[in-house]
């Protein structure tokens, strides 16, 4: 049983913490943990536009040695939301001694080398409180947010997809190789043939669970947006019905359903301030390429195009690549109908502020775009930093951008065009 209160102290250092940017959040999430829990390492796992973000901070090896897959497993295995758990994990080191905690709006917190269990009950609290703050800050985030994580889920499939094809190959030709006739050792042919085979299943294996990675069932995102809103709407004088999404449809790529919750609870949320709506409907819907959402009011029917509410959710929904059309009736309410494409666009960004752009700077935009700094770029393209460098400047040349932002920015306006 934990026994750590918070006290004045902790408390304001969990406002300070409010305050901070997002990317410093593991850092004092870490700090304001240790005088009550003394840790390593830290690792979260939160909601984001692209589906799931990993921030870390602490020892170097707990860290490495931690895949992302073994998070998403973690975060599947939890015997339900709103809860804390001490485990083992097993390191190149040895067996590592663990926490981790689960917020009700699924987002993950991973201890290493936690300290007393007098503090759990508090690590699960404040992580309940600093998981939802930055799910807020992911949907109270500009379209061009939700438009980058879209664009950017198309990058990371595609590389996906290359990087499979590219190791089967690979594995397929020392396989190949191996079974020559030319060889006389038949051992060590035959137990290489069988290792080679074991990796090609591991990895297509590995694939596999790396694509779900950032899907979700439709049920459970469903589920997640009614969790979301049942706090909001317990002291409204409205009515919010549910109709459920099929139990059998295709799972939803994260920043699809991330953004979707986000343009749903922003639009009750509207709704609840105006006077004359006193009944709301949401339904989802599947149909195997796209999220079909419908929100119905029983209000006066009077949003127009230049209502504040259809701005907020026609900039969500087209940042999302989707479509919105809205049935207003006076005196019977509006219906909005949204569509959201499941797969996202492809990753290759074709404009005509390209047009002047040389191959190996499309393929450095590209990277740029999905987030890689100057040396993940130089490791992936194979070539110097400074290199990279000088092509980003001849970039920004080319597009008459001030800041990689802008050139990025740019570059997707274009093609949307």
């Not at 109270?140 to 190959?169: F, K």
């Not at 006739?181 to 080679?196: E, F, H, P």
């Amino acid at each position: 049983m934990s026994t750590v209160q918070p006290n004045d102290s902790f408390l304001r250092g969990l406002v300070d913490l409010m305050s901070m940017p997002t990317r410093d959040i593991p850092r004092g999430l870490s700090a304001l943990l240790t005088p009550h829990l003394a840790h390593s390492a830290l690792i979260i796992l939160t909601a984001d536009g692209a589906g799931g973000h990993r921030q870390e901070v602490g020892d170097p090896a707990f860290l490495a040695g931690v895949t992302a897959l073994e998070l998403d497993q973690m975060r599947r295995d939890a015997p339900n939301v709103e809860s804390v758990k001490r485990t083992t994990l097993q390191m190149r080191d040895g067996l590592r001694p663990a926490l981790h905690a689960h917020a009700r709006n699924g987002a993950l917190l991973l201890i290493a080398d936690p300290g007393s269990s007098d503090a759990d009950d508090l690590v699960l609290a404040t992580w309940n409180i600093v998981a939802l703050y930055v799910q807020k800050r992911a949907d109270e985030g500009s379209p061009h947010y939700l438009q980058h994580a879209r664009a950017a889920a198309g990058v990371r499939m595609e590389a996906l997809t290359e990087l499979s094809d590219e190791y089967s190959t690979t594995l397929e030709s020392v396989l190949s190789a191996l079974r020559s006739t030319l060889l006389d050792d038949a051992s060590a042919r035959n137990r290489a043939i069988a290792l080679a085979s074991g990796g090609l299943v591991h990895l297509r294996t590995a694939t596999d669970k790396a694509r779900t990675f950032t899907e979700e069932p439709v049920t459970t995102a469903f589920a997640r947006l009614q969790d979301d809103l049942r706090p909001i709407t317990r002291y409204l004088d409205i009515d919010v019905q549910f109709v459920e999404p099929p139990a059998d449809g295709r799972p939803l790529p994260g920043e699809v359903a991330h953004g979707a919750r986000a343009v749903v609870r922003g639009t009750i949320l509207a709704l609840t301030d105006l006077p004359d709506v006193s009944k709301v409907r949401v339904q989802w819907d599947c149909d195997g390429t796209n999220l079909l959402v419908n929100v119905r009011d029983d209000g006066p029917g009077d949003h127009s195009e230049t209502s504040t509410l259809l701005r907020f959710v026609r900039e969500r929904v087209r940042a999302l690549d989707g479509h919105l059309a809205v049935d207003a009736t006076p005196g019977w309410g509006t219906e909005m109908a949204i569509v959201v494409p499941l797969d996202p666009p492809s990753s290759g960004i074709v404009s005509s502020a390209m047009a002047n752009l040389r191959p190996r700077e499309i393929q450095v935009i590209d990277l740029l775009a999905a987030g890689h700094r100057n040396r993940s770029i130089a490791e992936r393209l194979g070539i110097s930093e400074n290199t990279v460098k000088f092509h980003v400047s001849r970039i920004l040349r080319k597009l008459g951008a001030s800041s990689r932002s802008e050139a990025i920015s740019m570059l997707y306006a274009d093609r949307r065009a």
